[in-house]
């Protein structure tokens, strides 16, 4: 069989699972309705079928591909189908959810009238989704993109007469639509740029761009910009990042979905698109800037939450925030790794939220807080740092090579040494310390190798922040690993801090997310008021 055959083949197969859940979605709600839990088995099967498609694909994509994982295939669906190595991963990865989280709904809605309703918007969504990540041109990523957004307002307005989601709605509605702008801002200056929309043009020209050494204008700064303002604003970075804790009176199955998948598609739009963003270092650089504060931000307002389903949501905006820090030091296959595993904790998070009180009542707790010598915080760090250096001597990587995995890597350091600087507290012994600096040693070595592992896997070690090894990189490295450090000395010292007037009054203000959710809901009520009759 030839190289153009199997690749017509392969993508066949992939487009076959989203085409078939976007027919279906497309069906008249009123006869889903009728038959509501008959419709949800449908799209279960059909989603079990869209992963078994995609698997195979992947399968064959992966056995059969080229030494270049980003060499599009040379066949006539090039300009519709872009599946190469990146694309076969999330594929598999979201089509997988999808097919647990359809599953899932049948029991959770049967009986509701709307069942039928649910359905179809989920299919439809789930189908845009997954042709996000086969898209082969810049338009028909930006068409997905936004039928994907669509197809998520309607799935939180699931419940109409609820005045919180119809709040939370039409908040991301209004970011939404400015993420859009910025996308189809990039569409006309690509081709303006370009004169194409097809990856596969797109990335050699970039290719070129990076080989030949040359200055960017100002038209590929504005493109790279762009992106990455169209990615934060999809993935709630901050200060874009009110909506998405706001949308716990959807299902349950939306929540498992939208954490687990639809997030993640501003990350996938950097990742996607790194030849282009990467010609920008500066945008890059803010990127990594305001990911790390949503994440060092959302992190802290996470802790003083009791609900567990809006603890999750701040979650994973401070995990989207980790995540665009990654994209943004060029760390794209760490990004890739992030976002699978990301992925998979938090649909299983949403799908368990129920039963989570439960496990908490008979989990283990401390019986009083760690009062650790503060020589046992500096030996674990230590033993970290010093940890991280051995991974990475074993590994053969050097800092001046590999800047971006090392200050990924440090910063990793820090929560092993909050990790081990528990375990330290409660008994200290050689055993113990022991034990603590052998596991910490393999988790280290297991991190930087799954790295470099998905890394050659979707072919993501080709692009990288030219300016980290530069003085202006020098400084942002080291402004990210300050506050870092410094977020890994309020952990280890909060259990002292507590009875401080001070850290009471901060303990409210974060409690309410430091009031940028009431601003923002104050906004949007101003711009497009929600019915006083709604109950």
């Not at 989990?363 to 740092?385: C, G, K, N």
């Not at 010093?386 to 074993?394: D, K, S, T």
């Not at 113990?432 to 890394?455: K, R």
Request: charged share 10%; proline share 4%; with cysteine.
């Amino acid at each position: 069989m030839s190289n153009e055959t199997m690749h017509l083949m392969t993508n066949l197969c992939a487009g076959a699972g989203p085409l078939a859940l976007l027919v279906f979605g497309l069906l008249p709600t009123a006869g889903l309705n009728r038959q509501g839990k008959r419709a949800a088995r449908t799209a279960a099967t059909l989603a079990l079928a869209a992963f078994g498609s995609s698997l195979l694909a992947a399968v064959t994509l992966l056995g059969h591909s080229s030494p270049d994982p980003q060499a599009a295939p040379a066949d006539g669906m090039a300009a519709f189908i872009y599946f190469d190595n990146l694309a076969a991963v999330l594929l598999v990865l979201v089509s997988f959810l999808l097919a647990v989280v359809s599953r899932y709904a049948i029991n959770y809605l049967a009986g509701d009238p709307a069942q039928g309703r649910f359905t179809k918007w989920l299919c439809l969504t789930g189908g845009a989704v997954l042709t996000i990540i086969l898209s082969g041109n810049l338009v028909q990523f930006a068409l997905a993109w936004c039928a994907t957004s669509l197809g998520l307002h309607q799935l939180l307005l699931f419940y109409p007469d609820r005045p919180g989601a119809v709040l939370a709605a039409r908040k991301k509605f209004i970011i939404s639509r400015l993420g859009d702008v910025c996308l189809l801002t990039v569409i006309v200056l690509v081709h303006q740029t370009f004169h194409s929309w097809n990856f596969s043009v797109l990335f050699a020209a970039a290719r070129q761009i990076h080989q030949a050494g040359v200055s960017t204008g100002m038209d590929i700064s504005a493109i790279a910009f762009l992106l990455v303002a169209g990615a934060m604003l999809k993935s709630a970075q901050f200060p874009f990042h009110s909506w998405l804790p706001d949308t716990m009176e959807t299902p349950t199955p939306v929540s498992a979905l939208m954490h687990a998948g639809i997030i993640n598609a501003g990350g996938y739009l950097i990742i996607r698109m790194q030849p282009l963003v990467t010609l920008s270092p500066a945008a890059m650089s803010t990127l990594a800037l305001f990911g790390a504060f949503t994440a060092l931000f959302a992190s802290l307002v996470m802790l003083t939450h009791a609900s567990v389903k809006r603890s999750l949501a701040f979650s994973t905006v401070a995990q989207m925030g980790f995540m665009m820090l990654e994209c943004g030091l060029g760390a794209f296959g760490l990004a890739v790794l992030h976002l699978v595993a990301h992925s998979l904790y938090k649909a299983h998070a949403f799908l368990a939220s129920g039963s989570m009180v439960s496990l908490t009542k008979s989990a283990w707790t401390p019986t009083a807080r760690p009062q650790a010598h503060p020589l046992t915080l500096v030996a674990a760090f230590a033993t970290a740092i010093g940890l991280v250096m051995l991974a990475m001597r074993w590994l053969g990587l050097e800092a001046g090579h590999a800047p971006a995995p090392v200050l990924l890597g440090c910063t990793f350091a820090m929560a092993l040494a909050y990790a081990l600087w528990n375990l330290w507290s409660q008994s200290l012994n050689f055993k113990m310390a022991a034990f603590g600096a052998v596991v910490g040693g393999g988790i280290m070595v297991v991190y930087f190798e799954l790295h470099q592992v998905f890394s050659r896997l979707t072919g993501q070690n080709e692009w990288a922040n030219s300016q980290l090894n530069t003085w202006p990189g020098m400084v942002l490295m080291a402004v990210l690993l300050t506050l870092f450090l410094l977020v890994l000395v309020v952990q280890t010292q909060l259990p002292t801090w507590t009875h401080r007037p001070f850290f009471q009054a901060a303990y409210v203000h974060a409690r309410n997310g430091f009031y940028f959710t009431t601003l923002a809901n104050r906004l949007v009520a101003a711009v497009w008021p929600v019915k006083k009759n709604l109950k």
